[in-house]
T-cell receptor, first 115, second 114 residues
Framework: DADVTQTPRNRITKTGKRIMLECSQT?????MYWYRQDPGLGLRLIYY???????NKGEISDGYSVSRQAQAKFSLSLESAIPNQTALYFC??????????????FGSGTRLTVV | GDSVTQMEGPVTLSEEAFLTINCTYT??????LFWYVQYPGEGLQLLLK?????DKGSNKGFEATYRKETTSFHLEKGSVQVSDSAVYFC?????????????FGRGTSLIVHP
């Protein structure tokens, strides 16, 4: 099994629908993150969480919400999907002990298309 | 704030050619520096890292040296293979605000022809 698992891998949804992307990890890491990737723009941080009771907005949080259900689970919701949220979404984890020096572990991504 | 600038791609090379992908950064503290690789259809994987000045990170024939004086962390490989075709991201992790949230470059696509 992958260290960081994202579901679904691909999703097509209609404008205005609510959709949830899920992420689970077996790394035992405290920190979890959601990014979106768009061609030519690299990775942009949506939300991050340093533990179950800690949720923080990233640079592009508008239109998104998150839930940290357990140390191992971090879900991303689009409350009312719009076409410009079409992107590749990545979940990532990191170890707080290394304070970022050990790098991130990424999931394989969810390709979301909003029509 | 922190930022990472990578050379724009795509970089197109023939197999066995020498590779350099430039990366420069700005940071308020003393960051750790990373290169990640993204193969088609996959997530990013950590390729190599360096945590202090003059450190050299290396993995799979790739290497990069943390140059504080030039604020650079250029990725090099002496002889690329078709299987190295991927997108490469430079990133830094800084202690600004105590969060150590990484900042990523925009990525550089590498295409290696047989």
């Amino acid at each position: 099994d992958a260290d960081v698992t994202q579901t679904p891998r691909n999703r097509i949804t209609k404008t205005g629908k609510r959709i949830m992307l899920e992420c689970s990890q077996t790394k035992g890491h405290d920190r979890m993150y959601w990014y979106r990737q768009d061609p030519g723009l690299g990775l942009r941080l949506i939300y991050y969480s340093f533990d179950v009771k800690d949720i923080n907005k990233g640079e592009i949080s508008d239109g998104y919400s998150v839930s940290r259900q357990a140390q191992a689970k971090f879900s991303l919701s689009l409350e009312s999907a719009i076409p410009n949220q079409t992107a590749l979404y990545f979940c990532a984890t990191s170890d707080s002990l290394g304070q970022g020096a050990y790098g991130y572990t990424f999931g394989s991504g969810t390709r979301l298309t909003v029509v | 704030g922190d930022s990472v600038t990578q050379m724009e791609g795509p970089v197109t090379l023939s197999e066995e050619a020498f590779l350099t992908i430039n990366c420069t950064y700005t940071a308020t503290g003393y960051p750790s520096l990373f290169w990640y690789v993204q193969y088609p259809g996959e997530g990013l994987q950590l390729l190599l890292k360096a945590t202090k000045a003059d450190d050299k990170g290396s993995n799979k024939g790739f290497e990069a040296t943390y140059r504080k004086e030039t604020t650079s962390f250029h990725l090099e490989k002496g002889s690329v293979q078709v299987s190295d075709s991927a997108v490469y991201f430079c990133a830094l992790s800084d202690q600004t605000g105590g969060s150590y949230i990484p900042t990523f470059g925009r990525g550089t696509s590498l295409i290696v022809h047989p």
